[in-house]
């Protein structure tokens, strides 16, 4: 084994960061015989200098990250600040100045991902990041090695353990969102301001990322459709369990029947309780891939948290460090296929609908004109009276998000019709 | 792109090298771009050269393996014969002829996995065998790469289909081993001799695979305890129902308490519902990992079939290839823990025992008695009269497995105990 140890430095110590710098701390001895060459913290870059931090010494703590990356003795950068800057910058600065780069970042891979990745092959460096996509979870590294031979038609995903828990809490005990939400926050599951996970924003970023590993292509985050949860009731959850389904907020990223296009978006949808992704529970995150070959894989674990994220990084710090000592670098990105990024229109599949409607003779045969007329096929069609008024629950067969949307245009202008209470897709069939 | 190809040879064209040899045909362009460089087929050993082999080229196949193998123009060999030998024999000669190698032989990864890693080492090649476990299921990887900067604690794997299906069967259905094997024969899920999979076999194979990589430590086929499934009843079922459980064929992986050793081990147990293990279907696979910091993953899968395997096969073709086209090679054999292998008796679990007991009183002492003189806790027990006969189902709390064979045969010579009727460990709680 090679004695002379291998620099690393830390930009950020918090949940995730601490946790990174007290694995390589604790478990040295390990990470060195799996490397090759033992791993040295060489500095952290910290905001609040004063902070104790247990176990790191005070002499490698800094708040001037600029001049760590610029140090030029540094073999990797681990960054977990998060957000777009100053990350960015710092990450290309370490590139310049020689090191290698492991991030958890995924606001900043899904809007510039293809940027770092140049600057990475530029100075012939590595870019890791596994941390940046459901924790713990291994997905990075399968979609892009594991798979590698095979062709990916679509990737299904929990990527969200917020949101998660909230859909689970509000499956399982029939709670409002709201409610489920408040429960969520009381527990440490949801920040503050929940908005990036209820509203979908984490999710897109992460989907952006998947879509573009598994395609070849490149996606970016303003390329993902994103609807959030915050909408979603306890009556659509009645209405799935009549349909057999769940529901989940779902990042997809699907290749186009032709092959010729791919889409990339974030929703609820409703999924069969058969489906393998129906059973995942509280704030766990699952990813579903459907390959040519492979068929159906199912990648599960626990995808936000300090230890979990920590796992993974160091994950990729090993490959990073054994790369380095062999003077390779591993696969970078790979956006050869740069196959078109369809609109959400273009996007197919089915739909649940819950109207309410007047209750009088006719109304069906209105509402089935207006879908007939968009092209929309009618799978099931189920009538509920109720004191005058009366709902009509229709599930469609699959067709185009465009054809729905002017399908459900139409049926808004019909004087029988009051108003549409949701609109659900339905996926994982 | 580099454009002088890089020449891969197969050896054995059967379910699984029929699919490698036809998507290096049909995706011959992604797989270019994804290497780097175009990938040829150079040649296919087979046995029967007359058979017709759609997309082969004639001129490509030969009887002659050793020759292939020893042309030494060859990037990288894939193995997808099975069995010791020939396979050891050609994957060894490929080492000194400039190949690198990728194999699905669990058999022989179990059997002589260390002395191929050494044989890869020493020529500067790579061994590597995802298709060796699990079929399609990323497993390899993500245990020797992603998980290298965290500590695996456990491995719990349904890694048997075959088996899988027939007790999936058993559970859903009611019916009976044979009438569940039956099926799966008529099915094509099991062979016309079943033996190696339903005794186990396959799964122990895997499970020294397994074990190897996630404790750094080298086990093999011989360190593995081994029990099959084929004395599973309808009875165990109805039995396993009560308690909240299923019945799953289990290659388990562990680390005792203390650190200072492992274990392997192939056998039937229940299992909670709420397991995500439980919720595994038919012919599929899938492997929980415990570890350290990222907690609890699986990875869900087609354990088996050619195009799952091949798609194992081709990921681990790219990969070894753009290592060649590096000039490195990948990460080897980790066994630097070098951990002692315990036998079975000191495997700590729970255990659940049904024992036919004369219908009289003081019986429930006496066999209290003697698990309290074998050290072994009892959690609940459950006694049932019928027609003078009674049954007792005694559940315990964990304890060795050397003190619960102990406490079987004292059992077994008490008057009053007619006879055990089954017992079976208790895992995943």
């Known amino acids: 084994m090679r004695t002379r140890p291998l620099k690393v430095a830390l930009l950020g110590c ?45 002499e490698l703590i800094t708040t001037d990250a600029t001049a760590l990356v610029k140090r030029g003795d540094l073999d990797v950068v681990v960054e977990v600040i998060g957000g777009i800057e ?4 710092l990450i290309t600065t370490a590139f ?38 459901a924790g713990a979870i291994p997905l990075i590294r399968p979609l892009r090695e594991s798979l590698a031979g095979d062709k990916v038609n679509r990737v299904l995903g929990i990527v969200n353990g917020t949101t998660n828990f909230i859909l689970d809490k509000m499956d399982t005990t029939g709670a409002g969102y709201q409610e489920a939400l408040d429960e969520a926050t009381a527990l440490g599951y949801a920040e503050a301001d929940p908005t990036a996970d209820v509203e ?18 490149r996606v970016r ?30 990042a997809i990223c699907e290749r186009a029947e032709d092959g010729a296009s791919v889409t990339a978006r974030v929703h609820p949808a409703m999924i069969p309780l058969s489906h393998p992704l129906a059973s995942v529970r509280g704030a766990y995150n699952a990813v579903f891939v459907e390959s040519d070959a492979s068929g159906q894989l199912m990648f599960y674990g626990p995808g936000a948290g300090g230890a979990p994220t920590a796992s993974a990084v160091l994950g990729d710090l090993v490959a990073v460090c054994r790369n380095r000592l062999a003077g390779a670098t591993g696969p970078g990105e790979s956006a050869y296929a740069a196959l078109p990024v369809s609109p959400m229109g273009e996007v197919v599949t089915r739909y649940h609908i819950s109207l309410d409607v007047a209750d009088k003779p006719g109304v069906l045969a209105q509402v089935a004109t207006v879908f007939a007329e968009h092209g929309v096929s009618i799978d099931t069609v189920r009538q509920q009276g109720k004191d005058g008024e009366a709902s009509l629950v229709v599930v469609t067969h699959r067709a185009s998000d465009a054809a729905l949307g002017g399908t459900v245009e139409a049926l808004r202008k019909l004087d029988t019709v009051r108003g549409v209470a949701s609109i659900m897709r339905v996926e994982g069939e």
Chains 1, 2 share one sequence.
């Open 14 to 58: 918090g949940v995730v960061g601490s946790e990174v710098a007290r694995i390589m701390t604790t478990h040295a001895d390990d990470l060195a015989a799996r490397i090759g060459a033992p791993v040295e913290l060489a500095g952290v870059a910290v905001r609040r200098p004063d902070k104790v931090r247990e176990g790191i010494p005070a």
């Open 86 to 89: 100053p990350a960015r910058s």
């Open 96 to 133: 310049e100045h020689g090191a290698s780069v492991v991030s958890a970042n995924k606001a900043l891979l899904a809007q510039d991902g293809a940027a770092l990745h140049a600057a990475a092959e530029e100075h012939g460096r590595d870019l890791y990041y596994e941390a940046a996509v």
């Open 200 to 217: 979908g924003f984490d999710a897109a970023a992460k989907a952006a990322i998947l879509a573009g590993i598994a395609f070849h292509t």
């Open 221 to 250: 985050l303003d390329d993902v459709y994103r609807e959030g949860m915050t909408e979603v009731t306890a009556a659509d959850f009645a209405s799935a369990k009549e349909m057999g389904c769940t529901i989940k907020l779902l």
